[in-house]
C-alpha cells in the first residue's frame, strides 16, 4: 500500500504546508509506511497528482491535505479506480464534507485516519466536472465561491468569512431567471438558488438537506424561488439549518437522477467551493463512485429529517 498527501498551500486561512509535513513525516517514518508528499503548485494540480497515482494500478491511499476544494479536486483524479481510496486530512477553512460523520475533529489526526475503515460514496457530474459534496447555481453558488477572497483576512476564517460573502453578494442582487428541467418539469422562471446535495453540509454549516445519503444512488435538489430582501433572513435561516420544508410556497425539494440548468448568461457553478462559468449546466448523478476512507471509530449513518 502507497499513501500519497496531496497538500494544497492555498487551503484555509494560512499555509499549513509545513506543519502537515512534520506530522506527516514523523508518523509516517514510525510506522515505516511507503509515503511520499506532494504539494500543489497550481489550481488543478491535486486533481493531476491523484489521477497520476491512480493511473499506475498501484493501491494508493490518497490524503487531501486542505478543505472542500482540495477534496474535490483528489476524490475526482481518482473517483472511478478501484485501486485508490480517498480522505480529507482536514486543514481547510470549511471542511464540510466530513461533518457527515461523527467526529469530524478526528480527520485532523493523521494516527486515527491510519486505523481506517472504507464507505463507497456517489459522485455528481457537472458537465465535464465531478462534485462529491455539493453543486449549487445562483445567490449560495456566488457566495460559495466569493469565499476566498476573504479567506485569509485578519478575523475572517471560517465561517465569518461565509457571512462576509454573504453580505457582499446579497447587494450584487438576489434572484436570476434560469429555466430547470427536472423529473419531467420544465420551471422557467427567476429562482434565488438551486442547490444540489450528496452530501449534508457546505458553506461553513449550511446544512439544507439534513437526510441527504451519498450512497443512496439520488441526488436531492432544492430550488428556492425569487424571494425579497426582506424574506432573505428568514428564508435562510430555515434552510441552513434543514427546515426549507416549512417553507413550500418559496422552496422545493426533488429527488432525481439528472437535471439540467439554462441560465440567461454565463453564470457561478460552485462545486464544493471550486467555481465552474457555464450558461448551460447538465448535473447527473455520475457513474464513478469514489472509495472514501475514514478513521475507524467513527459513524455517518444518514440523519433524520428535523
Not at 499549513?16 to 515505516?32: F, M, N, V
Not at 442582487?173 to 427536472?182: A, F, L, M
Not at 438551486?194 to 457546505?202: A, D, K, L, P, S
Not at 417553507?247 to 439554462?262: D, S, Y
Request: with cysteine; net charge neutral; glycine share 8%.
Amino acid at each position: 500500500m502507497k499513501h500519497l498527501f496531496i497538500i494544497n498551500p492555498a487551503a484555509g486561512s494560512r499555509d499549513r504546508t509545513e506543519k502537515y509535513r512534520r506530522e506527516i513525516e514523523s508518523i509516517c517514518t514510525r510506522e515505516a509506511l511507503d509515503y511520499k508528499i506532494h504539494v500543489s503548485a497550481a489550481p488543478g494540480d491535486c486533481f493531476r497528482a491523484a489521477r497520476e497515482a491512480a493511473l499506475t494500478g498501484e493501491a494508493y491511499r490518497l490524503y487531501a491535505c486542505g478543505g472542500d476544494g482540495t477534496l474535490n479536486e483528489v476524490a475526482a483524479g481518482a473517483a472511478g479506480y478501484p485501486n485508490a481510496a480517498v480522505t480529507c486530512y482536514r486543514g481547510g477553512s470549511g471542511n464540510d464534507f466530513v461533518k457527515i460523520f461523527s467526529d469530524p475533529d478526528a480527520f485532523q489526526d493523521l494516527e486515527k485516519l491510519l486505523d481506517c475503515r472504507e464507505v463507497e460514496f456517489d459522485m455528481i457530474r457537472c458537465n465535464e466536472d465531478l462534485s462529491l459534496n455539493i453543486c449549487s447555481v445562483g445567490l449560495d453558488a456566488r457566495i460559495g465561491t466569493d469565499v476566498s477572497r476573504y479567506k485569509r483576512l485578519p478575523l475572517l476564517s471560517g465561517f465569518r468569512a461565509y457571512a462576509v460573502s454573504t453580505i457582499v453578494n446579497l447587494f450584487k442582487g438576489i434572484s436570476e431567471h434560469y429555466t430547470v428541467e427536472i423529473d419531467g418539469e420544465t420551471v422557467d422562471a427567476e429562482q434565488t438558488m438551486i442547490c444540489i446535495c450528496n452530501g449534508r453540509f457546505y458553506g461553513g454549516g449550511f446544512n439544507p438537506v439534513p437526510d441527504a445519503d451519498p450512497t443512496d444512488g439520488w441526488l436531492d435538489v432544492l430550488l428556492v424561488k425569487k424571494v425579497s430582501l426582506l424574506q432573505v433572513p428568514g428564508v435562510i435561516g430555515k434552510y441552513k439549518n434543514g427546515r426549507a420544508g416549512e417553507l413550500p410556497h418559496l422552496v422545493r425539494r426533488f429527488r432525481v437522477k439528472e437535471l439540467t440548468i439554462h441560465c440567461d448568461k454565463p453564470t457561478p457553478i460552485n462545486l464544493d467551493g471550486e467555481e465552474r462559468i457555464a450558461k448551460d449546466i447538465r448535473i447527473s448523478l455520475a457513474k464513478e463512485k469514489l472509495r472514501f476512507f475514514y478513521p475507524k471509530a467513527l459513524r455517518w449513518e444518514a440523519a433524520a429529517v428535523k
